[in-house]
């Protein structure tokens, strides 16, 4: 369905305007359906296809933000959360709540990661922590997402994620003091 719904995008693109507007148009519809087959494709749970497609995505459009967005959302499927916040570091820079949550949220789930009682190899019995800094106390990530959700809630005051997120992770760092 999906499939159908870009092809129509991407002619109501090519047939809205005359010749002299006509190469734009085609960028605009080839970084429109870039931008669909992706989320489609994220929606499927095809997470390396998402990311490639919004990788030439982005070779195109270097400023999309919303690009950036969604290869934040990959990287996280991945674990690879370094890549994620930096993914949605750029994508705040466009000054919209959504990104602000997402890297809030990531935030959040970073801290809890510490949280986390190290697991143990079952090789060598060894204790593997988890794939974040240990210099970072559990409560310093969820006072930087604070200051995500409550910067998503100055761009959304009426957001009911960030105020939901915002409202937990409060409730979080008043149990540690």
């Not at 934040?72 to 919209?96: H, L, T």
């Not at 009426?158 to 409730?171: C, G, I």
Request: charged residues 20%; proline residues 5%; hydrophobic residues 40%.
């Amino acid at each position: 369905m999906w499939s159908f719904v870009w092809k129509i995008a991407l002619w109501s693109c090519l047939l809205s305007f005359g010749p002299l507007a006509q190469a734009q148009n085609d960028a605009d519809c080839t970084q429109h359906a870039l931008m669909v087959r992706g989320k489609t494709a994220f929606d499927k749970k095809q997470y390396i296809k998402t990311e490639r497609l919004m990788d030439r995505l982005l070779a195109q459009q270097p400023t999309c933000h919303e690009a950036y967005y969604w290869k934040g959302q990959c990287a996280e499927q991945f674990e690879d959360y370094s890549a994620a916040y930096e993914a949605y570091s750029i994508a705040c820079q466009m000054d919209q709540a959504p990104y602000f949550i997402a890297r809030g949220d990531l935030l959040r789930t970073l801290g809890t990661i510490r949280l986390q009682t190290p697991s143990t190899c079952g090789d060598c019995g060894k204790q593997l922590l988890p794939d974040v800094s240990a210099a970072d106390p559990p409560v310093v990530y969820f006072k930087r997402a604070v200051l995500d959700y409550q910067q998503a809630l100055r761009l959304n005051p009426d957001s009911a994620a960030a105020r939901t997120a915002l409202q937990q992770a409060n409730e979080f760092i008043q149990r540690q003091l």
